[in-house]
């Protein structure tokens, strides 16, 4: 069965500092997201990316916050300069006829 | 997106059907309810979804209520697996569409042996 690939499964890094994560989308899949997860909340909507634009996006995705679709396979989440409260788990999904979320990346911000 | 209402846990028998209601009163005509679940933290799953009639696939069956305003879902034979958190989304349009899935906090359902 098709997957969303999500890379790393975990990354700690410093605040301030720049990360970037990445996944791979079901590859005939149209429509990107990503969601985030802050430990014991919501799951909540960042951002949807349609025909290499950002369709919609939610208040959280602030300018700190930036998506790419570099390549034909590759979806990425870039932040540019983390804080704590950052940390969270951060899910990839795609969609097409079905809507699938990858297993996650989650981020720890020290 | 139309306002959901879960209650915040269940506990079921392992073996037994879990049933697990929605309330969704401001549903409009074009919306589909979807149900996912997300154990343990790992990426939510889709289960099942439907606009009107009622729907089975091989997770899970869906009862919506002829006003369309509650829905059901039901496991048949609940297992230890099964424990996790389902959410019930109301949505406009089908995936191919696009549009984000707003999820509320759920009902955490654990499944006993």
């Known amino acids: 069965e098709p997957e969303v690939t999500q890379t790393p499964s975990h990354q700690v890094t410093q605040m301030g500092q720049e990360v970037i994560l990445r996944c791979v989308p079901i590859?005939?899949?149209?429509?990107f997201y990503w969601y985030r997860q802050i430990l014991g909340q919501k799951v909540e909507f960042l951002v949807s990316?349609?025909?290499?634009?950002?369709?919609?996006k939610s208040e959280i995705f602030d300018d700190q916050f930036s998506v790419e679709r570099p390549d034909g396979s590759n979806f990425t989440l870039k932040i540019r300069s983390t804080k704590l409260e950052d940390s969270a788990m951060y899910f990839c999904?795609?969609?097409?006829?079905?809507?699938?979320f990858g297993s996650g990346t989650r981020l720890t911000v020290v | 997106d139309a306002k959901t209402t879960q209650p915040p846990s269940m506990d079921c028998a392992e073996g037994r059907a879990a049933n697990l209601p929605c309330n969704h009163s401001?549903?409009?005509?074009?919306?589909?309810v979807y149900w996912y679940r997300q154990i343990h933290s790992q990426g939510p799953q889709y289960i099942i979804h439907?606009?009107?009639n009622n729907e089975t696939n091989e997770m899970a069956s869906l009862i919506i209520t002829e006003d369309r305003k509650s829905s059901t879902l039901i496991l048949p034979h609940a297992t230890l697996r099964d424990t996790a958190v389902y959410y019930c989304?109301?949505?406009?349009?089908?995936?191919?569409?696009?549009?984000?899935?707003?999820f509320g906090q759920g009902t955490e359902l654990s499944v006993k042996p």
């Open positions: 590859s005939n899949h149209l429509y």
């Open positions: 990316f349609y025909n290499n634009e950002i369709s919609e």
């Open positions: 401001t549903i409009s005509g074009n919306e589909y």
């Open positions: 439907g606009l009107k």
């Open positions: 989304i109301v949505r406009v349009g089908m995936y191919n569409q696009g549009g984000k899935l707003i």
């Open positions: 999904a795609s969609s097409d006829l079905g809507y699938t």
